[in-house]
Nanobody
Framework: QVQLVESGGGLVQAGGSLRLSCAAS????????MGWFRQAPGKEREFVII????????YYADSVKGRFTISRDNAKNTVALQMNSLKPEDTAVYYC?????????????????WGQGTQVTVSS
């Protein structure tokens, strides 16, 4: 069992930056690929980014390439999402996710564990 707790959301102006953190419980953190999804009001859940178990590989949604990056620390059981050049369309609840997968990573059903979500609001 893995529990995920996100932090770091908030309100920021367009063009600004935010850093989200996700703390995971359990001894098997390094067994999981880690990622982030987001969901805006009235919209479907959307894949944002994923990092492999070792941290050596990453995939990004086209909408965040060049602006967002993900990192993990397997010794501390944490994963971070650095968001730069934020846009109003990035406004959403952001969820930290964990799964034993690498293919079909954009499919939210493939992930085993979800955090409670943290709100990110970008004002224009």
């Amino acid at each position: 069992q893995v529990q995920l707790v996100e932090s770091g959301g908030g309100l920021v102006q367009a063009g600004g930056s935010l850093r989200l953190s996700c703390a995971a419980s359990g001894r098997t953190f390094s067994s999981y690929a880690m990622g982030w999804f987001r969901q805006a009001p009235g919209k479907e859940r959307e894949f944002v980014i994923i990092i492999s178990r070792s941290g050596g590989s990453r995939y990004y949604a086209d909408s965040v390439k060049g602006r967002f990056t993900i990192s993990r620390d397997n010794a501390k059981n944490t994963v971070a999402l650095q968001m730069n050049s934020l846009k109003p369309e990035d406004t959403a609840v952001y969820y930290c996710v964990a799964g034993i997968l690498w293919s079909d990573y954009k499919n939210f059903k493939r992930y085993d564990y979800w955090g409670q979500g943290t709100q990110v609001t970008v004002s224009s």
